[in-house]
C-alpha cells in the first residue's frame, strides 16, 4: 500500500544534541510537510517543500532546518535541542499545494 | 486574514448516536477548500472528508458527512451511527490564500459504551 512512514517513531536525544528525523512516502506526491505538534494542540507547520522548492513558515526557529534529496525522502533536522522542543512531530504530502494531506504515524521526540 | 474555529474541545456521545462536530472558518478568498482529519491516540491524522467552496452538494464519506453552510461559514462533521472506534480527536482545516492550510484547535471525541 502507499504510504508515508516516519523513522523513528519514538526518539530520544539530550538538550542540546542534534537529531534527525526521516520521513519517506511511496505516494509520489510533490509536496512533503514537516509540522509539530505538542499535546492537545493543533499541529504547527513548520515548513515544505514542492518538489524541490523549500518554503519556511515565517516563525519556524533557525534551530530547525530540513533536506529534502529525492521526491520519496524528506528529513527534519533539529540542530540543538531544548526542552520546549519535545514534540511530536508529523510529516505528511500531497500532490499539490492545498490538496488532502496524507499523514505518516509520527516520531515522538523526548528531550532529556 | 484566515481563521478555523471549532469550539468544542471535548464531547461525549452514547455508543450508536449520531455526532455532529462544529466547524466555522473566515476567509476572504471565495475559492477555499474545507477539510476534516481525525487523530486517534496513535498519533497519525487521517483525513476524512473534503468540501470544496464551490462544490453544490455537501460530501458524503460513508459514516461521514459535511454539513457545509456557506452563508454561515460552517462546515460541521457528521458521524452517524458512533462507534467505539471514532473515539479521538478531531480537527477541522482550511485550504485558503496561497494553498495555506491551516488547523483548528480540535474537539477530542469520545464515544462511551
Known amino acids: 500500500d502507499a504510504m508515508v512512514i516516519q523513522n523513528p517513531r519514538y526518539q530520544v536525544t539530550q538538550f542540546g544534541k542534534p537529531v534527525t528525523l526521516s520521513c519517506s512516502q511511496t505516494l509520489n506526491h510533490n509536496v512533503m510537510y514537516w509540522y509539530q505538534q505538542k499535546s492537545s494542540q493543533a499541529p504547527k507547520l513548520l515548513f515544505h517543500?514542492?518538489?524541490?522548492?523549500?518554503?519556511n513558515e515565517a516563525d519556524t526557529p533557525d534551530n530547525f532546518q530540513s533536506r529534502r534529496p529525492n521526491t520519496s525522502f524528506c528529513f527534519l533536522d533539529i540542530r540543538s535541542p531544548g526542552l520546549g522542543d519535545a514534540a511530536m512531530y508529523l510529516c505528511?504530502?500531497?500532490?499539490?499545494?492545498?490538496?488532502?494531506?496524507?499523514f505518516g504515524p509520527g516520531t515522538r521526540l523526548t528531550v532529556l | 486574514a484566515q481563521k478555523i474555529t471549532q469550539t468544542q474541545p471535548g464531547m461525549f456521545v452514547q455508543e450508536k448516536e449520531a455526532v455532529t462536530l462544529d466547524c466555522t472558518y473566515d476567509?476572504?478568498?471565495?475559492?477555499?477548500?474545507l477539510f476534516w482529519y481525525k487523530q486517534p491516540s496513535s498519533g497519525e491524522m487521517i483525513f476524512l472528508i473534503y468540501q470544496g467552496s464551490y462544490d453544490q452538494q455537501n460530501a458524503t464519506e460513508g459514516r461521514y458527512s459535511l454539513n457545509f453552510q456557506k452563508a454561515r461559514k460552517s462546515a460541521n462533521l457528521v458521524i452517524s451511527a458512533s462507534q467505539l472506534g471514532d473515539s479521538a480527536m478531531y480537527f477541522c482545516a482550511m485550504r485558503g490564500e496561497k494553498d495555506k492550510i491551516i488547523f483548528g484547535k480540535g474537539t477530542r471525541l469520545h464515544i462511551l459504551p
Open positions: 505528511a504530502t500531497s500532490r499539490g499545494l492545498g490538496s488532502e494531506q496524507f
Open positions: 476567509t476572504s478568498d471565495p475559492s477555499y477548500g
Open positions: 517543500y514542492y518538489d524541490k522548492d523549500f518554503n
